[in-house]
């Protein structure tokens, strides 16, 4: 691990968060689930980094640890540190912890409806986060809200203030998600699944508005996501997860055009694309998912991988420079795939 | 061409919206499908798409017969099944069956898979003998993708995908002719989503299936469907065979829609402007006038906020109800 974090740190900027092996578990009845199992990955200023994964791969564990929001118990998180802007986030008490949590780190989650309080109108649920985390007098946070609300798109935002979530529509509910999360200037905003429960023509304007701002207002941005489309428009760096380790780590488009590891390439295989002639059969991933509380000593992907040898069931690969600029993948044949890779296009095209 | 195995005309499905505790007193009326016809050929796919409270469900519903429409035909192999009672629609139940988007609610957690697969068997009195039922049990299971050891399992014990599989084989059951998939693989995940595609396609050769995909992502529709619809508030904008509607779509809607998808890859994406659709899908109790989507649409002229356009045929196959389409 130490060693990836030293090419990292070749790069220009500071990050402005780093996570180091980070280790989250749930003790459940059926056995201790390693949910998060030693997961290192920064974020620069004002960067975009897609986390990519299926149902149980640890990506949403993964965010709600930065934020120290693991329910204990069954939860807990086991090791590793979370350097956030110089301080380790795991090291701070509750009270600093909620200072950071919608303060510099603003969250928007999936499902809007219950991530809003739904008996406290729109304008009280801003103004809130503004009095608590900025002292605001209730004057000028009104005053801030609305121009929140005209940052997010939203029409008549003084009447809108008076309203309650249920009164708004999905797409509209997500906007104030994302109102709050800005109000009071975050460095940094998690956001997971934001658009998964919103149709398609909303996520669109969503993920847009998303983008328009964190760039404008230069906000870095965790995007934990399960759609690949979503990532390639809108990530500058990417990280796969499967079984609650990254297996595969680098810029978009290395990870989309040169991938490295078997699970990112079957996944971008098995889906079907509009800008693609159609084909004739889709390449599934074969098999299902692992347990977590089953895992053994060797890799997890190693059951549905088309490229598993014997030394995979030996120990786990640990992500390794691919040569590529902040390219690595957790496969022992890795250089090998980079030769199948080219094969796979050839066939696809 | 053939005779249609599917026909649908003018289906209205208007749900009343009713008000008070004591004195309910109907205050409005829920278009959710306002006038749709379409076709299906045996062994066709086709597939029926758009975004939450379009009214797709609620067409495949009233195919379904699970609510009966408040207009309009639907003839299954020649024969209105729209106006059929109750009594008289146990045939068709054998011969039009559903697959459900979630695998989680729609297995009763109470009922081993092996009595889930048996149960419409049961109900229409095929294969009364028990050890021949268990033996067609196994043999769905095995169809279906899934070891025989499954029919003693509960749902819970399964991953999604599996259990996606079971509600596959409980469709099966019956030897059905056509069945609806509502939103069949939406709940998966992409890994698993594939497998239960290419599984769907397989059933469709071997059994000479019919399907009405109900979906809303359309690089799965287009991958599964000969022809698709397009739907929005309650009515079709436009439909055509789907290398047509996805390489020339016409409707200002279909072709919002499909640029909203993201592609699985950042050079396509760097380089394609774009523009997301602007508003809200309108409150189908009060639909705007004219064409429906005139609020939201790039194209819209003074006309058509006052007149409903007519789905007209452009070319032969491609259907769409805009008035600015040549």
């Given at each position: 691990?130490?060693?990836?974090?030293?090419?990292?740190?070749?790069?220009?900027?500071?990050?402005?968060?780093?996570?180091?092996?980070?280790?989250?578990?749930?003790?459940?009845?059926?056995?201790?689930?390693?949910?998060?199992?030693?997961?290192?990955?920064?974020?620069?200023?004002?960067?975009?980094?897609?986390?990519?994964?299926?149902?149980?791969?640890?990506?949403?564990?993964?965010?709600?640890?930065?934020?120290?929001?693991?329910?204990?118990?069954?939860?807990?998180?086991?090791?590793?540190?979370?350097?956030?802007?110089?301080?380790?986030?795991?090291?701070?008490?509750?009270?600093?912890?909620?200072?950071?949590?919608?303060?510099?780190?603003?969250?928007?989650?999936?499902?809007?409806?219950?991530?809003?309080?739904?008996?406290?109108?729109?304008?009280?649920?801003?103004?809130?986060?503004?009095?608590?985390?900025?002292?605001?007098?209730?004057?000028?946070?009104?005053?801030?809200?609305?121009?929140?609300?005209?940052?997010?798109?939203?029409?008549?935002?003084?009447?809108?203030?008076?309203?309650?979530?249920?009164?708004?529509?999905?797409?509209?509910?997500?906007?104030?998600?994302?109102?709050?999360?800005?109000?009071?200037?975050?460095?940094?905003?998690?956001?997971?699944?934001?658009?998964?429960?919103?149709?398609?023509?909303?996520?669109?304007?969503?993920?847009?508005?998303?983008?328009?701002?964190?760039?404008?207002?230069?906000?870095?941005?965790?995007?934990?996501?399960?759609?690949?489309?979503?990532?390639?428009?809108?990530?500058?760096?990417?990280?796969?997860?499967?079984?609650?380790?990254?297996?595969?780590?680098?810029?978009?488009?290395?990870?989309?055009?040169?991938?490295?590891?078997?699970?990112?390439?079957?996944?971008?295989?098995?889906?079907?694309?509009?800008?693609?002639?159609?084909?004739?059969r889709l390449d599934p991933v074969e098999g299902q998912p692992p347990d977590l509380t089953r895992l053994d000593a060797g890799c997890s992907f190693r059951p549905r991988c088309r490229f598993a040898v014997e030394a995979c069931a030996a120990s786990r690969p640990d992500l390794t420079a691919t040569g590529e600029a902040g390219h690595f993948?957790?496969?022992?044949?890795?250089?090998?795939?980079?030769?199948?890779?080219?094969?796979?296009?050839?066939?696809?095209? | 061409?053939?005779?249609?195995?599917?026909?649908?005309?003018?289906?209205?499905?208007?749900?009343?919206?009713?008000?008070?505790?004591?004195?309910?007193?109907?205050?409005?009326?829920?278009?959710?499908?306002?006038?749709?016809?379409?076709?299906?050929?045996?062994?066709?796919?086709?597939?029926?798409?758009?975004?939450?409270?379009?009214?797709?469900?609620?067409?495949?519903?009233?195919?379904?017969?699970?609510?009966?429409?408040?207009?309009?035909?639907?003839?299954?192999?020649?024969?209105?099944?729209?106006?059929?009672?109750?009594?008289?629609?146990?045939?068709?139940?054998?011969?039009?069956q559903v697959i459900f988007q979630d695998p989680y609610s729609s297995l009763n957690p109470r009922m081993k898979v092996g009595q889930i697969i048996a149960e419409p068997m049961k109900v229409h009195g095929i294969e009364p003998d028990a050890a021949k039922r268990n033996a067609r049990v196994r043999e769905l299971l095995s169809v279906c993708?899934?070891?025989?050891?499954?029919?003693?399992?509960?749902?819970?014990?399964?991953?999604?995908?599996?259990?996606?599989?079971?509600?596959?084989?409980?469709?099966l059951a019956l030897n059905p002719e056509f069945i609806v998939c509502d939103e069949a693989v939406s709940a998966l995940d992409v890994s698993i989503q594939a497998q239960v595609i290419n599984l769907l396609e397989d059933l469709r050769e071997q059994f000479g299936l019919t399907y009405l995909f109900i979906a809303h992502d359309l690089s799965?529709?287009?991958?599964?469907?000969?022809?698709?619809?397009?739907?929005?508030?309650?009515?079709?904008?436009?439909?055509?065979?789907?290398?047509?509607?996805?390489?020339?779509?016409?409707?200002?809607?279909?072709?919002?829609?499909?640029?909203?998808?993201?592609?699985?890859?950042?050079?396509?994406?760097?380089?394609?402007?774009?523009?997301?659709?602007?508003?809200?899908?309108?409150?189908?109790?009060?639909?705007?006038?004219?064409?429906?989507?005139?609020?939201?649409?790039?194209?819209?002229?003074?006309?058509?906020?006052?007149?409903?356009?007519?789905?007209?045929?452009?070319?032969?196959?491609?259907?769409?109800?805009?008035?600015?389409?040549?």
């Amino acid at each position: 691990m130490n060693m990836i974090q030293g090419e990292r740190s070749g790069r220009r900027s500071t990050p402005l968060l780093e996570i180091r092996d980070l280790h989250t578990e749930f003790r459940t009845g059926a056995g201790t689930v390693r949910a998060v199992d030693g997961i290192s990955y920064a974020v620069d200023p004002g960067e975009t980094v897609a986390v990519v994964g299926e149902s149980g791969s640890g990506k949403s564990v993964g965010a709600l640890s930065i934020l120290r929001l693991i329910p204990d118990p069954p939860g807990r998180i086991t090791g590793g540190q979370i350097l956030f802007a110089g301080r380790d986030l795991l090291q701070l008490s509750e009270e600093e912890m909620r200072e950071i949590r919608g303060g510099e780190i603003g969250m928007v989650f999936q499902e809007p409806m219950t991530s809003l309080n739904p008996v406290l109108t729109i304008g009280r649920q801003l103004t809130e986060a503004l009095e608590q985390h900025r002292g605001l007098e209730r004057a000028a946070s009104h005053q801030r809200a609305v121009e929140l609300l005209k940052l997010v798109g939203i029409a008549e935002p003084i009447r809108r203030l008076k309203q309650y979530p249920h009164q708004l529509s999905g797409g509209m509910r997500q906007r104030v998600m994302i109102a709050i999360a800005l109000a009071c200037d975050p460095k940094l905003i998690i956001a997971d699944e934001p658009t998964t429960a919103l149709d398609v023509t909303i996520q669109a304007q969503i993920l847009e508005l998303m983008k328009e701002l964190t760039r404008r207002l230069g906000v870095a941005l965790i995007i934990i996501t399960h759609n690949l489309g979503v990532v390639a428009r809108y990530a500058n760096r990417v990280n796969v997860m499967y079984a609650g380790r990254i297996v595969e780590s680098g810029n978009a488009a290395t990870i989309y055009h040169r991938p490295r590891h078997p699970y990112t390439i079957a996944l971008l295989n098995s889906v079907p694309r509009l800008d693609r002639p159609r084909q004739a059969r889709l390449d599934p991933v074969e098999g299902q998912p692992p347990d977590l509380t089953r895992l053994d000593a060797g890799c997890s992907f190693r059951p549905r991988c088309r490229f598993a040898v014997e030394a995979c069931a030996a120990s786990r690969p640990d992500l390794t420079a691919t040569g590529e600029a902040g390219h690595f993948s957790a496969c022992f044949r890795q250089s090998e795939l980079g030769v199948a890779n080219e094969t796979v296009k050839e066939t696809a095209a | 061409m053939s005779t249609p195995l599917l026909e649908v005309k003018g289906l209205e499905m208007h749900f009343p919206v009713s008000e008070g505790i004591l004195m309910r007193r109907k205050v409005g009326e829920v278009k959710a499908v306002d006038g749709v016809d379409f076709t299906v050929q045996r062994g066709e796919t086709l597939g029926l798409v758009g975004e939450s409270g379009c009214g797709k469900t609620t067409t495949g519903r009233c195919i379904l017969r699970l609510e009966k429409p408040t207009a309009g035909e639907i003839r299954y192999d020649g024969v209105n099944i729209a106006p059929l009672e109750r009594k008289e629609l146990r045939g068709l139940r054998r011969r039009i069956q559903v697959i459900f988007q979630d695998p989680y609610s729609s297995l009763n957690p109470r009922m081993k898979v092996g009595q889930i697969i048996a149960e419409p068997m049961k109900v229409h009195g095929i294969e009364p003998d028990a050890a021949k039922r268990n033996a067609r049990v196994r043999e769905l299971l095995s169809v279906c993708g899934l070891n025989s050891r499954f029919a003693d399992r509960y749902p819970h014990e399964m991953s999604g995908g599996q259990r996606q599989r079971v509600g596959i084989a409980r469709a099966l059951a019956l030897n059905p002719e056509f069945i609806v998939c509502d939103e069949a693989v939406s709940a998966l995940d992409v890994s698993i989503q594939a497998q239960v595609i290419n599984l769907l396609e397989d059933l469709r050769e071997q059994f000479g299936l019919t399907y009405l995909f109900i979906a809303h992502d359309l690089s799965v529709v287009r991958h599964l469907c000969q022809r698709v619809a397009v739907m929005y508030l309650g009515r079709i904008v436009e439909m055509a065979d789907s290398d047509t509607l996805f390489s020339d779509p016409q409707h200002p809607y279909t072709r919002g829609l499909l640029a909203a998808v993201p592609v699985p890859d950042p050079s396509v994406e760097e380089q394609r402007a774009f523009q997301p659709v602007p508003g809200e899908v309108p409150s189908p109790m009060h639909p705007p006038p004219g064409c429906v989507f005139h609020p939201r649409c790039p194209m819209a002229v003074a006309t058509c906020r006052q007149q409903r356009p007519p789905i007209r045929e452009i070319r032969p196959g491609h259907f769409v109800a805009c008035s600015e389409v040549s």
